[in-house]
Nanobody, 115 residues
């Protein structure tokens, strides 16, 4: 079992920035592929960014150049720095850990971007 706890969501004006953090339990964090997903009302959950155990990073096209994902294996955390936020970025953001063939999810944190 891996438990994930997100923090850092909130309300921000368009053009502003937020940093989300996710702390994981377990002793093998460095081996997990970590990801950030988001789900807006009425829409499917989508991948925002992922970072593998080796540091390979993927971003959704809609956030590339604005968002930065990073990980700190010593602290068992993964972060998502979000700049130049847009109202369409508003969603519940979820942290995920891929452990073998299983994906664990955090409880989610709300990000609201006002225009």
């Amino acid at each position: 079992q891996v438990q994930l706890v997100e923090s850092g969501g909130g309300l921000v004006q368009a053009g502003g920035s937020l940093t989300l953090s996710c702390t994981a339990s377990g002793n093998f964090f460095s081996t997990y592929t970590m990801g950030w997903y988001r789900q807006a009302p009425g829409k499917e959950r989508e991948l925002v960014a992922s970072i593998s155990r080796s540091g390979d990073i993927n971003y959704a096209a809609s956030v590339k150049g604005r968002f930065t994902v990073s990980r700190d294996n010593a602290k068992k955390t993964v972060s998502l720095r979000m700049n130049s936020l847009k109202p369409e970025d508003s969603a519940v953001f979820y942290c995920a850990a891929d452990v073998g063939f299983h994906r664990y999810w955090g409880q989610g944190t709300q990000v609201t971007v006002s225009s």
